[in-house]
């Protein structure tokens, strides 16, 4: 089948812009239309889409070991397994959160670019229908605890086992998300093949709105596509009922902007045994 783009605008104070490709083969009218320039690679000569800020800060996971790192906290303890090709499997644990924390003195993670390759060996089987399984990297955001749910502020740029990919909003935790946004089996599932999996986040509009773009590298190649951006605007609101989404008392209307800088970018997965390298963060240059 031929790549297919689809490009979709929506009129609304929610301004969405789609990229949807299928990737089951790549003809050359869509790779000069799609092609990413050269700008540079990262230590693990991974292509980044956005130079590194001047002053910004670049965290890099120590593939040798990646819990031997000051400022990386494993929110469940992952029984991590090193791979004869150097990349990591996370056996046994339905729910990893890799934590990258903000050391003392030095800013916050705002506008960044997050890069990983992860290959889904497994999905792990449940009773709940409403089971979610996914890669989810998470940034603008804090500790994320039922006694803290302000803290829990964020922005999710997911894709899932069957090649779907979406961007969610958190306003507090549990009950702030929003609906999620998303685009249905751009690729192929993803199972059993590696992949490299790219989210982007950076203020636009004079700092009134946040651009999300997210990028796939769907043959293991350094080949990166965007398959989806989005800018939020507003009305972009949390799903829970009001009086249970003002009950945690933040502060926040239901379709609160995330603007902010925050301390930790997360590396998630959710119920699948996965394989992973080479996960990066970088404080870009804004481009708007």
């Not at 469940?76 to 499997?89: H, R, T």
């Not at 903000?102 to 409403?130: F, H, M, R």
């Not at 089996?185 to 790219?198: C, L």
């Not at 773009?213 to 293991?220: A, C, K, M, Q």
């Amino acid at each position: 089948m031929n790549n297919t783009l689809f490009i979709i605008t929506l009129f609304s104070s929610l301004s969405i812009f789609f990229l949807i490709s299928i990737f089951n083969s790549i003809d050359s009218s869509f790779a000069q239309r799609n092609e990413l320039k050269p700008n540079e690679n990262d230590i693990f000569g991974i292509k980044k889409i956005y130079p590194t800020d001047q002053d910004g800060r670049e965290w890099f996971m120590n593939m040798s070991n990646p819990k031997n790192d000051p400022n990386v906290s494993f929110t469940f303890d992952p029984n991590l397994i090193k791979q004869n090709d150097g990349s990591w499997k996370l056996n046994k644990n339905d729910k990893i959160r890799i934590n990258v924390n903000t050391p003392k003195n030095l800013p916050e993670w705002k506008n960044v670019e997050i890069t990983g390759y992860v290959k889904i060996d497994s999905l792990i089987n449940s009773t709940n229908k409403n089971i979610i399984r996914d890669i989810d990297w998470v940034s603008r955001t804090d500790r994320h605890n039922e006694n803290l749910p302000c803290y829990g502020l964020s922005l999710h740029g997911g894709i899932y086992p069957d090649g779907t990919v979406a961007w969610k909003k958190e306003i507090w935790f549990t009950e702030g998300y929003t609906k999620e946004k998303s685009i249905p089996k751009i690729t192929e599932p993803i199972i059993d093949r590696w992949i490299g999996w790219k989210v982007i986040v950076y203020n636009v509009n004079n700092d009134s709105a946040v651009k999300m773009e997210s990028y796939l590298d769907n043959s293991n190649s350094n080949y990166w596509v965007k398959v989806f951006e989005m800018i939020d605007d507003g009305n972009w609101f949390a799903n829970s009922a009001d009086n249970t989404f003002y009950s945690a008392n933040c502060g926040r209307s239901k379709d609160h902007i995330v603007l902010n800088s925050g301390p930790i970018i997360t590396f998630r997965s959710d119920n699948v045994v996965l394989n992973f390298k080479n996960f990066s963060i970088r404080e870009i240059t804004n481009p708007s």
